[in-house]
């Protein structure tokens, strides 16, 4: 475990970039708890609350969930002790947020702004084989691929053994308008961020693209 990473991080990149598998990873290294705003909604829409099936309505078509809901969701959980330093402070690692401009004022405007931001830069021919192919586990979030990154056992999660799933989101039509979204609203981000981010190239292995990621954060911290 490494004590000099930076307290709070964010994962940008488009979906599919691989910000949910350089996680797993990280979290392995460091000792920060990951934050998945997919994962969390996915969570809400399983256990029928209000704010899942409201997410529910965006998600199935590609669209962004609107940003109060998603401030609303993202404050409540980094005040848990899971996202607290040895000293009190924040520490977290945010996949999937900020996703727009408003979004990143929130985190500011609660004295969270991100002390490292590593972009994940792909391209796009890659980004669409990834997410057409991307298997994910339900039960514990971990993505698999059926061809870069297969189950030992097909169709199971090496980590928890719940059965994987081919998320409905992660198909063609859906997949455009995620790439438009991003395009439009959570691109931007990269320039409102240059202080803080670190590009990484993400077109390389799972190995390769982590190596550079914990050098990156290392640097950082
Ligand atoms: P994101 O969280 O950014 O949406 P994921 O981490 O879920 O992306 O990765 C998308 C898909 O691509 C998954 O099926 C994953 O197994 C696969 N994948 C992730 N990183 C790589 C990589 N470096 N090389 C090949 N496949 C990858
Ligand atoms: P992901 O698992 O990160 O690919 O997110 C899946 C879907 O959840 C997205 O396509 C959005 O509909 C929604 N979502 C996740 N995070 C956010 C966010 N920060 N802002 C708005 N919508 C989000």
């Known amino acids: 475990m490494s004590s000099s990473s930076p307290n709070r991080m964010i994962l940008l990149g488009a979906p599919g970039a691989g910000k949910g598998t350089v996680a797993k990873g990280l979290v392995d290294h460091l000792q920060v708890t990951h934050l998945s705003t997919g994962d969390m909604l996915r969570a809400a829409i399983k256990a ?55 979004q990143a004022d929130a985190l ?44 030992k056992v097909d169709g199971i999660c090496d980590i928890c053994e719940t059965a994987l799933v081919h998320r409905s989101d992660d198909q063609e ?14 691109a931007p981000l990269v ?8 590009a990484i190239d993400g077109n390389q292995s799972p190995s390769d693209v982590l190596k550079d990621v914990l050098v990156a954060v290392s640097a950082a911290g």
């Open 173 to 186: 039509g859906p997949i455009r308008k995620r790439l438009d979204a991003y395009n439009g609203q959570t």
């Open 48 to 102: 029928g609350t209000e704010v899942g099936m409201l997410a529910k309505t965006f998600m199935d078509r590609g669209a962004l969930v609107p940003d109060d809901v998603m401030v609303a969701l993202i404050a409540e959980r980094v005040g848990q002790d899971d996202c607290k330093a040895a000293d009190g402070s924040a520490k977290f690692l945010l996949d999937g947020f900020p996703r727009t401009l408003p």
């Open 108 to 151: 500011d405007d609660r004295g969270l702004g991100p002390d490292a931001v590593i972009y994940l830069k792909v391209d796009v021919d890659v980004i669409v084989e990834r997410l057409t192919g991307r298997r994910s586990c339900p039960g514990c979030g971990a993505p698999y691929h059926v061809t870069f990154r297969r189950p």
């Open 191 to 198: 320039d409102r961020y240059r202080a803080q981010l670190v």
